[in-house]
């Protein structure tokens, strides 16, 4: 049974951070990618981050770049998303999502991603 399962969401004020994890059972997590991808109300998934299975490079879309840091820790078979300067406008359910092979990570496409997470809720608000 393949899991991953998210945790780290909450209320947070703008310009606050969060440290949302992903964990992963029934897998390696160490050889797959892992992206991070969020959901906001009424508004289509969109990619927000990648980390390679191999050499550990990452991948930021715009909107988060200098604000947002991916890393992993193979050990743990946990993968984090580090948040900072938090905007209401990244209000979302935040996915974590594993990719064995194919480029949609590295893309940040939802589709191709082999196994997903339940998602956790990130509220920014005053």
């Known amino acids: 049974q393949v899991q991953l399962v998210e945790s780290g969401g909450g209320l947070v004020q703008p310009g606050g951070s969060l440290r949302l994890s992903c964990t992963a059972s029934g897998f390696t997590s160490d050889y797959y990618s892992i992206g991070w991808f969020r959901q906001a109300p009424g508004k289509e998934r969109e990619g927000v981050s990648c980390i390679g299975s191999s050499d550990g490079s990452t991948l930021y879309a715009d909107s988060v770049k200098g604000r947002f840091t991916i890393s992993r820790d193979n050990a743990k078979n946990t993968v984090y998303l580090t948040m900072n300067s938090l905007k209401p406008e990244d209000t979302a359910v935040y996915y974590c999502?594993?990719?064995?092979?194919?480029?949609?990570?590295?893309?940040?496409?939802?589709?191709?991603?082999?196994?997903w997470g339940r998602g956790t809720l990130v509220t920014v608000s005053s």
């Open positions: 999502a594993a990719e064995n092979s194919g480029s949609s990570c590295w893309f940040l496409r939802s589709d191709g991603m082999d196994y």
